[in-house]
């Protein structure tokens, strides 16, 4: 006698295929990546590893000091000046294409004090926003300096400014090397940070670029976007 599923066997079998597949999918399909994401974590932390390198390097810069190369020659407001931070990233990370070149604008840094009650400086929390509004404001005036394979845009913003002035009246990015700070906080640090910027999916599209603030030690202060977008998921929501 042959043996075979009833009906009401391959029914039951349905159904519960039927059950595993609606709580399965939207599963599936919430596990998914999120792409932008995915590059924004990925440039944020490389960002960071360029600038600790940076700042313990014997080759790029004096250690601990991102104002003065590794001859002791200063950043100073020339034509070098201008490529140079742009030129070195570029040696670190891996590049699509780089047009590291002079550029003019708005007001490239921000000056930013250590608590929330100072008068005379930015506020940590306005700042932050201050630095997001910039790389986006210079976006296009800058163009796209560094991109790297994943389609990520890197840029600084423009080197000409009011502050960071040392006693020979020379624009200069960060404070002297010899230890004298012109706007120092209450604990001794230079309040001032040179404004950088990361856009995920190109100059001019969807995303907005990401602010950050990076002091002559190594220090960076991330805007308002970066702190949001790091604490997000790679998953779709």
Do not use: H
């Not at 990925?42 to 790029?60: D, V």
């Not at 005379?120 to 997001?132: G, H, M, N």
């Amino acid at each position: 006698m042959k043996k075979a599923f009833t009906l009401a066997e391959i029914l039951i079998v349905l159904v519960i295929i039927g059950v595993l597949t609606a709580i399965l999918l939207p599963i599936a399909f919430q596990s998914s990546p999120d792409e932008n994401v995915m590059k924004f974590k990925k440039a944020n932390n490389t960002l960071g590893t360029i600038i600790r390198e940076l700042t313990s390097s014997e080759r790029y810069y004096k250690n601990g000091d991102l104002g003065t190369k590794a001859d002791g020659t200063l950043l100073i407001a020339d034509a070098k000046y201008y490529t140079y931070f742009c030129e070195t990233i570029a040696e670190i990370v891996t590049i699509k294409s780089k047009n590291c070149s002079e550029v003019a604008g708005a007001n490239p840094y921000v000056q930013i004090s250590s608590t929330e009650d100072a008068a005379v400086y930015t506020k940590p929390s306005e700042a932050k926003k201050q630095l997001d509004s910039y790389c986006k404001a210079q976006a296009a005036t800058v163009g796209a300096e560094i991109v790297t394979p994943d389609d990520v845009v890197w840029y600084q913003t423009s080197p000409q400014s009011t502050f960071g002035k040392y006693n020979t009246g020379t624009t200069r990015l960060y404070s002297q090397p010899d230890g004298k700070i012109n706007y120092p906080d209450e604990n001794g640090f230079d309040r001032i940070y040179k404004v950088f910027c990361i856009d995920i999916d190109g100059i001019g599209q969807g995303e907005d670029p990401f602010g950050y603030g990076i002091r002559s030690d190594g220090k960076i202060f991330t805007g308002a976007r970066a702190d949001e977008w790091a604490n997000k998921s790679i998953q779709q929501e």
